[in-house]
């Protein structure tokens, strides 16, 4: 699936650097608001109880302590060279797996290994048959992204059986079965929650916050990314309310209709939390079609930080004011060493590599080095 059609519309990114900067009322519009509110901090409950019913994040089940190593150093050789290796992804038309695949593809040049990549295409009937076309191919090694943390077991078992290397990235599975790279998903959405429940509270003082999410309920690690938005908005203001989840399926043509419907159920939502960027930018289109596409509407927010949303972060005219990046070079970079680790016995079932999940900056400076180490042209 591609994204071309809703990301058309949206300001091209160097032109809105532009006007960002040269826009005479920047100092009172929302972009400025968001960036004089925006904070890198996780922030404290101002009422406990308001948040005391929000789950605690379930996905990292094995904690958040990552195994000592310079994992993000890209080294001046590998021991991936000469291999076979194969790269699988969720699906490929999603922002950040096209940066994920650029990053591998550059690497594997550097380093001197041969790469194969397979799109999951977000189906689990392709990610299964992936499994059985990587071991039927029989590469020296595989980095491996699941689609469901369950079926991942069963799948990373049978790659293993077949004598291939293998580590998972992105997300964990439910039982510790190989070596793996994830972020902390509750944390990163947490501050992101804290800073547009401050954004929203200093443009709109004490008007009622209605919050809808464009969720996908299937994976662990999305439930962490609500729930840590959630527990950081309620901090900042705790009457605001919960309208409704709605499952996006986290692409944009399944996020759009949904996102829709959920307006149309509580027009009273004004506040909306995209558990991806494929999530935001289709309830920006369902706004858009709604004619709510207007920072008057309160204030959408989302992670992932691809460039598409990065376009609407620091643009005046869009409801997006606040973006925490999952960062594919760091995930790139983080399996790849890992991968290399493994070939070499030096990682094992118990290793793990937990990479960051920073708040972006939501100004012209901030998007733009995010963008230039993260999503390279």
């Known amino acids: 699936m591609s994204n071309t059609k809703w990301t058309a519309a949206l300001v091209p990114f160097a032109a809105l650097l532009g006007l960002v900067v040269a826009n005479p009322v920047y100092a009172q519009d929302g972009v400025a608001i968001a960036a004089k509110t925006f904070s890198s901090e996780v922030c404290t409950p101002a009422d406990p109880a308001a948040v005391a019913n929000i789950p605690a994040g379930v ?161 662990p690690q999305v439930q962490d990314r609500k729930n840590g938005f959630l527990k950081g908005f309620l901090s900042i203001i705790p009457t605001a309310t919960i309208a409704q989840a709605v499952d996006g399926g986290a692409t944009i043509d399944k996020a759009n209709p949904a996102a829709g419907d959920m307006l149309q159920a509580h027009p009273d939502i004004n506040v909306i939390f995209g558990i991806n960027n494929d999530s935001s930018l289709g309830a920006l289109a369902a706004l858009r079609a709604a004619g709510s596409y207007s920072p008057d509407f309160g204030v959408v927010a989302s992670v992932d930080g691809s460039a598409p949303i990065m376009a609407e972060l620091g643009n005046p005219d869009s409801p997006l004011k606040a973006e925490s990046g999952y960062p594919p070079y760091d995930f790139s970079i983080a399996t790849l060493n890992l991968l290399a680790a493994t070939v070499e016995g030096k990682a094992d079932a118990n290793t793990q590599v937990v990479v960051g999940y920073p708040a972006i900056a939501p100004t012209p400076e901030g998007i733009k080095a995010w963008l230039d180490t993260q999503y390279p042209k």
Not at 77 to 84: D, E, I, P, T
Not at 160 to 170: F, R
Request: charged residues 25%; glycine residues 10%; proline residues 5%.
């Open 59 to 219: 996905s990292g089940f094995t904690g958040y302590e990552s195994a000592p190593g310079d994992w993000l150093r890209e080294a001046d050789a590998s021991a991936l060279k000469g291999k076979r290796v194969a790269l699988t992804a969720m699906g490929l038309g999603q922002p950040f797996f096209l940066a994920i695949k650029g990053h591998w593809e550059r690497m594997a040049t550097k380093y001197g290994f041969e790469l194969k990549v397979y799109d999951g295409r977000f189906d689990a009937g392709t990610v299964q048959k992936i499994v059985d076309d990587v071991i039927s191919d029989a590469p020296d090694a595989v980095a491996f992204a699941p689609l469901d943390s369950a079926a991942a077991v069963g799948q990373v078992k049978r790659i293993q059986e077949a004598g291939i290397k293998v580590v998972t990235y992105n997300v964990q599975p439910t039982e510790v079965v190989a070596p793996r790279v994830f972020a902390n998903d509750y944390d990163g959405p947490l501050i992101v929650g804290c800073n547009a429940a401050t954004y929203f509270k200093e443009r709109f003082g004490d008007k009622a916050a209605v919050i809808g999410v464009v969720d996908y309920p299937i994976l």
